[in-house]
């Protein structure tokens, strides 16, 4: 197939539903940024702190290093992605992990650590809700903020009933989101490492700043002892104050939200206690493991004063297939072309890169969410 | 005149559909009630000078307990009010735990702890980091998701989060 017939196959098949989120991120963008008073003064005092930070950078990956050895965890500096496999290979070995729960981390998927872990018999489960609906479909993300923004609900209904053949087919939003929650809710618990990205971190207190709003990057870092965060080095800014104009600015570019549900600041070791799911008899703070971390930074990443919104990629010219304002295929692998996703992939567009061992047993379907209501407007 | 942080508290809150009740020490255990749903667990909240005897509510769970848990309830460290946000620590008694892996979380908050602004909020987390190697969460309504085609509330956290306001603490 050209290049031209595969786009328009895309364009097709996956045309409407990036068309659909694409235009609701934008929407809320316009909305949510009309609403900030000084959004012209935080952008500046952000590109200011990055430009700062990536001109000190060898000083503060230094002082990185110092914190948070100084608070018991570790700093790995990978020379390149293989170079970051072994040591994120060697932390899970050493905590003799069989399971590992992600959150959303695009670094990881650059590092393709999944298959790194898998090849010697780790399990990686995806807690992101998007990033799951990847590994179920066995895909990669096409995009780096919503990962299956190429699929619609009902892509998804049908992929959720073709695998997991549940008793009442899954249809709406609701029903697929609790079955996803109940289904990853066990692995959760049952996990033994927990990886994560960083959106930011800070070089004056080794603190990690991660922005989400599902509640499974605090879950992936809760539930385990060990928290491996991964992260290119140009996520590094000096001090925690400087984290403030991004809290303002990162959910209004990146979802069109004022604010994500949760930003987690996680200065490790975190005082919260580690427990096991299936203990009935002792109460939490008798059961307190100390949770340590490592950060393995990697030093390959190019761009480094993006704030890594994609609310560029949403109109760009350049990076999206035309038209415009219908981007297809962008993501950190930036794949403007059929054949650049399949030089991307190393296959065809459709060959996935995980070879999945998220267990799949038949299960029955969850039809309500206790507590939740229906809600048609934006979250906030 | 300008609301004050209280007021534009209980006002972003409204916008983001989470219920907020002001109460006193003295009214808060009949207020706090009115937000429960069995069972429920809880993080004890002796820096309010409040208690969480005879509300149904758990303070001391165990892990099978946290799980099965409707409602949980903590404190918050502060609130930062233009963005409806609560903090909630990270703490040896579970504040993170008892917030996250429940249906419903209540979180407490001190009526003098309402700071204006995401920049006020920022200078009190300097401090607190820099002196204490702290772990918080910046919690701004329910855990929400758009990845199965449309949003919906209540993903992997709580969907559905109510602020008890403590008014009168420092009196």
Redesign the interface.
């Known amino acids: 197939m050209s290049d031209a017939d595969e786009l328009r196959a895309l364009m097709n098949s996956e045309g409407a539903a990036v068309g659909q989120n694409t235009r609701g991120f934008n929407r809320g963008r316009y909305e949510s940024v009309s609403r900030l008073r000084d959004y012209e003064s935080l952008k500046t005092e952000a590109r200011a702190i990055k430009e700062d930070a990536i001109e000190r950078l060898p000083e503060l990956v230094e002082q990185v290093r110092h914190t948070v050895e100084e608070n018991g965890g570790t700093v790995y500096v990978a020379e390149d992605a293989v170079d970051a496999n072994e040591y994120i290979r060697s932390v899970v070995d050493d905590r003799d992990a069989q399971r590992v729960l992600k959150s959303k981390s695009m670094t990881s998927e650059e590092l393709e650590v999944n298959e790194a872990l898998e090849a010697s018999g780790t399990e990686v489960v995806e807690t992101d809700l998007g990033e799951w609906v990847l590994q179920v479909a066995d895909e990669s993300p096409s995009h780096i903020v919503a990962p299956a923004i190429h699929k619609s609900r009902s892509d998804i209904a049908d992929l959720f009933n073709e695998t997991f053949e549940p008793d009442e087919p899954l249809e709406t939003a609701e029903e697929l989101t609790a079955f996803a929650r109940d289904f990853l809710g066990e692995l959760v618990e049952e996990a033994d490492a927990g990886m994560t990205g960083a959106n930011f971190i800070t070089a004056d207190t080794g603190t990690i700043a991660l922005v989400t709003s599902e509640g499974n990057a605090r879950k992936t870092v809760a539930a385990t002892d060990t928290q491996i965060a991964v992260a290119g080095v140009e996520k590094i800014v000096p001090s925690v104050e400087d984290l403030h104009p991004f809290v303002e600015l990162i959910g209004r570019s990146g979802t069109g939200q004022d604010i994500t549900s949760y930003v987690s600041l996680l200065t490790p070791p975190v005082e919260t206690p580690t427990v096991d799911f299936t203990d009935d008899e002792r109460r939490f703070p008798n059961s307190t493991v100390t949770t340590g971390s490592s950060i393995s930074s990697s030093s390959t990443t190019v761009a480094w004063r993006c704030g890594r919104t994609t609310s560029c990629v949403r109109r760009c010219t350049v990076s999206a297939v035309r038209p415009a304002r219908t981007p297809v295929r962008t993501s950190s692998r930036s794949a403007a072309t059929p054949s650049a996703a399949r030089r991307i992939r190393g296959g065809s567009p459709r060959v996935g890169r995980r070879a999945s061992r998220v267990s799949i047993p038949p299960r029955s379907s969850t039809t309500s969410v206790p507590g939740v209501r229906a809600v048609s407007t934006p979250v906030r | 005149m300008s609301a004050t942080p209280l007021e534009s508290l209980v006002s972003t809150l409204d916008?983001?559909?989470v219920p907020c009740e002001r109460t006193t020490q003295n009214g808060f255990t009949e207020a706090i009630r009115t937000h429960v749903s069995d069972p429920a667990v809880g993080v004890a909240l002796d820096d309010f000078d409040v208690s969480l005897d005879g509300t149904g509510v758990d303070v001391?769970?165990?892990?099978?307990?946290?799980?099965g848990a409707?409602t949980g309830v903590t404190p918050a460290e502060f609130a930062v009010a233009d963005?409806?946000?609560v903090v909630i620590p990270?703490?040896?008694?579970?504040?993170?735990?008892v917030s996250?892996?429940v249906?419903?979380h209540v979180a407490v908050l001190d009526g003098s702890d309402i700071l204006p602004t995401?920049?006020a909020?920022?200078?009190r987390?300097?401090e607190t980091?820099?002196e204490r190697?702290?772990?918080?969460?910046?919690?701004?309504?329910?855990?929400?998701?758009?990845?199965?085609?449309?949003?919906?509330?209540?993903?992997?956290?709580?969907?559905?989060v109510h602020v008890v306001v403590v008014e009168g603490t420092n009196e």
């Open positions: 916008s983001l559909d001391d769970p165990t892990p099978v307990g946290l799980k409707h963005y409806g946000s990270s703490t040896p008694d579970g504040c993170e735990l996250l892996f249906d419903r995401m920049d909020a920022f200078d987390l300097e980091f820099r190697g702290r772990s918080s969460i910046i919690a701004t309504g329910p855990s929400a998701t758009a990845d199965m085609g449309e949003l919906v509330r209540g993903a992997h956290g709580p969907s559905d």
